[in-house]
């Protein structure tokens, strides 16, 4: 079993960064591909970026591309999402998940937290 627990949400104005973090707890952190997702009322659930058991190689979905950075750090066991100019159709409850497969597809994903709110004022 693996916890996650997200944080770092808020409210934002356009433009504006924020940084989520993603505490994990349980089993080994190196072994686990790590993830973001985000969900909009309304919408259906959608990935925003990947970052690997190694942490060189990363993923990022093509509406935050060059704006959203994912790091991990293995002293911490925490996985972030550093989001830069920020627009309104960002906001949305952001999901932090873990995999111990390839981490492509949602599906794969095994373990998630329970969410951070982000919202961004235009």
């Known amino acids: 079993q693996v916890q996650l627990v997200e944080s770092g949400g808020g409210l934002v104005q356009a433009g504006g960064s924020l940084r989520l973090s993603c505490a994990a707890s349980g089993r080994t952190f190196s072994n686990y591909v790590m993830g973001w997702f985000r969900q909009a009322p309304g919408k259906e659930r959608e990935f925003v970026a990947a970052?690997?058991?190694?942490?060189?190689?990363?993923r990022y979905a093509n509406s935050v591309k060059g704006r959203f950075t994912i790091s991990r750090d293995y002293a911490k066991n925490t996985v972030y999402l550093q989001m830069n100019s920020l627009k309104p159709e960002d906001t949305a409850v952001y999901y932090c998940?873990?995999?111990?497969?390839?981490?492509?597809?949602?599906?794969?994903?095994?373990?998630w937290g329970q969410g951070t709110q982000v919202t961004v004022s235009s």
């Open positions: 998940a873990a995999t111990w497969s390839r981490g492509i597809l949602e599906d794969e994903y095994h373990y």
């Open positions: 970052i690997s058991r190694s942490g060189s190689g990363t």
